[in-house]
C-alpha cells in the first residue's frame, strides 16, 4: 500500500510558525525552517493532525542546541520524503575504492553503488551522497545518514560554503581537498532540503552496514574506471614537486 501524501506542513519552531499547504515556494514552509537552527516541522495527510501536533505544548518549551556530527539524538525521519544512507571507502587509501548508498521513498527501498581504480575515503563518501541525490528528480526534503563525520560536518557546519566563498582555499594558505566533489554536492543540496547527519560506523545500523558492504564489493572489483579528476590533479601536484627538484 503506497504511503498517503502529506499536504499539510506544520512548523511549531520557525520564522513563522503555523500550517503551510505547501512545501517549497514563497508561500510554503521550506522557506520557515531552511537555516533556521532548531527548526521543528512534520508533514501530515491531514489538517487535523497537523493541528493536533501544532498544539502540543511541548513545542512551546523547546529550546533548539546546536547540532554536531555526533549527535546523540536522531532526526525524525518521518519529518522527510526520502532517507537515505551513504558510505564509502578505499583500499590503502588511496587506491581502489567504492562508493554505496540505500535510498528509502515511501515504501519503496533502491541500492546503488559504484567505484574507481584509484580515489580516496573522503571521495568516495562524498559520492555516495553526490550520487544518491542524483536519483532524485524533484525537490523533496530528503535526511542523508553517513559514518563520515567530514561530510557531515561539512555539510551541517558550513564548512563547504565557506571553502566555496573563499575560492576553496581552508586556510588563507592550504587550499580545500576535493572541491569538484563539494561543488557538485552543494549544487545538488541546493535542489532540495537536504539535512546531513552522522551515525557510528559498524554500531548495528543495519542500512549502513549495507552500505559498508557496498563499498567493500565494489572495491574489489578489477574493472573500475578512472576517478579523473582525483587522478589528474594527483599528475599536476607530481609534476610540480618534480619540477621543483
Known sequence: MAQAKKSFYAVAVGRKPGIYRTWFGPQGAEMQVRGFNGARFKGFTTLA??????????????????????ALTPLDPDDYDILIYTDGGSIGN????????????????????????????????????????????????????????????????????????????????????????????????AKHHVSFEWVRGHAGHAENERCDKLVKEMSARRDLPPDSNYEQRRTTITSRKAESL
Not at 497537523?50 to 529550546?63: N, Q, S, V
Request: proline content about 6%; charged content about 30%.
Open 94 to 189: 588511496p587506491g581502489p575504492g567504492g562508493w554505496g548508498a540505500v535510498i528509502f521513498e515511501d515504501h519503496a527501498r533502491k541500492e546503488i553503488a559504484g567505484g574507481y581504480r584509484r580515489t580516496t575515503n573522503n571521495r568516495m563518501e562524498l559520492m555516495g551522497c553526490i550520487m544518491a541525490l542524483r536519483q532524485l528528480t524533484d525537490s523533496r526534503r530528503v535526511l542523508v545518514r553517513t559514518d563520515s563525520q567530514y561530510v557531515a560536518n561539512g555539510m551541517s557546519k558550513g564548512w563547504a560554503k565557506k571553502w566555496r566563498r573563499n575560492g576553496w582555499m581552508r586556510t588563507p594558505d592550504e587550499p580545500a581537498e576535493n572541491y569538484d566533489l563539494w561543488e557538485e554536492l552543494l549544487d545538488l543540496a
Open 49 to 70: 493532525e497537523a493541528e493536533a501536533w501544532l498544539k502540543d505544548p511541548g513545542h512551546r518549551t523547546f529550546t533548539p542546541k546546536p547540532r554536531t556530527a555526533a
